[in-house]
C-alpha cells in the first residue's frame, strides 16, 4: 500500500495479492515437520535444489511410521519381530506351493515386501555397475541409486517432485511420445522443443539457444537428454557432449536453475565406436549449484528383462554445502513419493536382477546380446547407404539403441503410409508426426532388414503415385 500522495504503476489488483498471500501460507501450513526438516537441509545446504521442487516436492517426506518401524525391528528384534504386515510360517513367508515352485529362489527373494527404496543389495550392486561401465563417473559425489517401477516410473517421480502445472520442460524435436502423457498431460507442464540435429550432428547451439530462451521466461526448467535416442537412435559424440554440459552450465551461471533429467533407458547399446560410450549424467553431476541431474536407468533393456520393471533413479547434485547431506533428503523424498504411491516396487524381480548382476556368465550373455543387436544395425546401415531410397526418404543419423528413422518425402504422409503398409503388406511400423517413420531393427533378424525396407519403399511408392 502506498502512502496518501505517492502512486504504485503495474501494481495487481489487491484481490490477486490476497489470493497469492494465502496460498503461500496453505503450502507452507500443509507442510508437515518431516518435510520440513528437510526442506531445512536443503535450504542449508543447495538453496538452488529446494527451489527446483514443485509444491508436492516440498509437501513430500519419508514417515516415521510402520516402514521405518520395521526396518528398526528387523535389525534388532532377535526374539519376536511382530511389525510388518506379511504372515510367516516356520520362520519363511508363509507362501502357496503351487506358486513357489515356478521360481527357483527362496521365499524370502520372492513372497515378502521389497524396502521402499529397493532391496539394498541391488542398489549396491547396481552402483557397482555404474561406476564400471561410466568412467566420468567415479570421481563424482553421488546418491546411491532407488529403484523405481522401471523408468518411466522413475520419470513420474521426476514430475512428483520437479514440476508444476506451466514450467518448462526442454526435449528435442524428435522424442519418446510418453513424455507427453507423463509430462505434459499429468503434470501440465509447458514442453519447449529444439532441433535435434545440426547436420550429421546433435544440435548443441539449438538446445543452449533452447535455454536462453526458457531462461528469458522462467528460473527453473527441466532439462531432459536421452541417449540413445528414442526415436532416432542417436547418442552424441563425447565432444558433443561436452558441448551439452558447457550449454547447461553456462544457463545455470545465467540464473536457471535445472533439473537434467539423462534418460539412460538404452544404455550400452552403442554400434559406433565415434559414440559417446557411457552416460551423459556422468558429464552432469555435480557441475554447478543451479543444476540437479538425475539418472534414469534400468534393467529393462539393459539385461534384456523387460517385463521385470526393475528401474533406478540416482542423484547427482551441484552444491556448495554438504552434497551428501543433500542427496539423503532428495533420496528421503523420493522415498515418499514412492510410498505414497506404489508402496515398493516388486520384490522377485528385484532379487532375479540380483542373481543375474552376480552371475558370472552374465556380462558374456549381454555382451552376446549386444553384438547381435549391433549386427542387426550395421545391417540397416549398409541396406540404407548407397542412395537407392533416395526418392523416397532422408534417414536421420543413428548409432545406437534399438531404432533409426526416416524423414519421408513426395508429400507422402507417415501416417497414411503406415497403416497402408499394415494392411495391404502386413509390415508394422512406427508413424510420428506427419514426415517420420521409426522402424525397430532391434526386433528384425539380419537377413529380414532389406526386405522390410524394400516393402516400406513399394508402399511409398503406391502413394507417391
Excluded at 127 to 143: F, T
Excluded at 417 to 431: E, N, P, T
Amino acid at each position: 500500500f502506498a502512502p496518501r500522495g505517492c502512486f504504485i504503476y503495474n501494481a495487481p489488483p489487491i484481490s490477486d495479492i490476497v489470493t497469492v498471500v494465502t496460498k503461500k501460507a496453505e503450502t507452507e501450513m500443509s507442510i508437515l515437520p518431516l518435510a520440513a526438516e528437510l526442506n531445512s537441509i536443503l535450504e542449508s545446504e543447495a538453496p538452488a535444489v529446494l527451489d527446483m521442487l514443485s509444491g508436492l516436492g516440498e509437501r513430500l517426506y519419508f514417515p516415521k511410521g510402520i516402514i521405518s518401524q520395521g526396518a528398526e525391528a528387523k535389525e534388532k528384534a532377535h526374539r519376536f519381530n511382530a511389525t510388518i504386515g506379511i504372515a510367516t510360517e516356520g520362520g519363511v513367508p508363509m507362501h502357496l506351493e503351487s506358486m513357489s515352485k515356478l521360481f527357483d529362489m527362496e521365499p524370502g527373494e520372492v513372497f515378502p515386501y521389497a524396502p521402499t527404496a529397493g532391496r539394498p543389495d541391488l542398489r549396491k550392486l547396481w552402483r557397482e555397475k555404474q561406476l564400471q561401465e561410466n568412467p566420468s563417473m567415479q570421481d563424482k559425489a553421488l546418491g546411491m541409486p532407488i529403484v523405481t517401477s522401471a523408468l518411466t516410473h522413475g520419470l513420474d517421480l521426476v514430475g512428483d517432485l520437479f514440476i508444476d502445472p506451466g514450467d518448462s520442460v526442454v526435449l528435442p524435436a524428435h522424442f519418446w511420445g510418453n513424455y507427453n502423457l507423463t509430462f505434459g498431460v499429468r503434470k501440465q507442464c509447458e514442453i519447449e522443443t529444439y532441433p535435434l540435429y545440426d547436420g550429421e550432428g546433435f544440435n548443441s547451439t539449438g538446445l543452449a539457444e533452447k535455454l536462453q530462451e526458457v531462461g528469458g521466461k522462467t528460473s527453473k526448467a527441466v532439462v531432459v537428454l536421452n541417449f540413445p535416442n528414442n526415436p532416432t537412435g542417436y547418442t552424441p559424440t563425447p565432444e558433443a557432449a561436452a558441448e551439452i554440459r558447457d550449454a547447461i552450465v553456462g544457463a545455470a551461471e545465467a540464473g536457471l536453475r535445472q533439473v537434467v533429467v539423462c534418460d539412460d533407458a538404452y544404455f550400452g547399446l552403442f554400434f559406433d565406436e565415434n559414440c559417446l560410450q557411457e552416460s551423459i549424467f556422468g558429464y552432469l553431476a555435480n557441475c554447478h549449484p543451479n543444476v540437479l541431474a538425475v539418472k534414469l536407468d534400468g534393467a529393462t533393456k539393459e539385461l534384456f528383462a523387460w517385463g521385470f520393471r526393475v528401474g533406478f533413479m540416482t542423484y547427482g547434485a551441484g552444491s556448495s554445502g554438504d552434497v551428501d547431506a543433500v542427496h539423503t533428503a532428495l533420496e528421503k523424498k523420493t522415498m515418499g513419493a514412492i510410498r505414497g504411491g506404489i508402496s515398493n516396487s516388486p520384490n522377485t524381480t528385484q532379487s532375479a536382477v540380483v542373481r543375474m548382476l552376480q552371475d558370472a556368465q552374465g556380462a558374456e550373455q549381454r555382451k552376446e546380446k549386444r553384438d547381435l543387436l549391433c549386427a542387426r544395425a550395421l545391417r540397416t546401415r549398409e541396406v540404407l547407404s548407397g542412395g537407392k531410397y533416395d526418392d523416397a526418404w532422408e534417414v536421420y543419423p543413428f548409432n545406437s539403441g534399438y531404432f533409426m528413422c526416416v524423414k519421408l518425402k513426395g508429400g507422402v504422409d507417415a501416417e497414411e503410409l503406415r497403416v497402408h503398409l499394415l494392411d495391404k503388406y502386413g509390415v508394422g511400423v512406427i508413424s510420428s508426426g506427419s514426415t517420420d517413420i521409426r522402424v525397430a531393427f532391434s526386433c528384425l533378424e539380419e537377413g529380414d532388414v532389406e526386405e522390410v525396407f524394400e516393402t516400406l519403399h513399394q508402399a511409398w511408392k503406391d502413394l507417391a503415385g
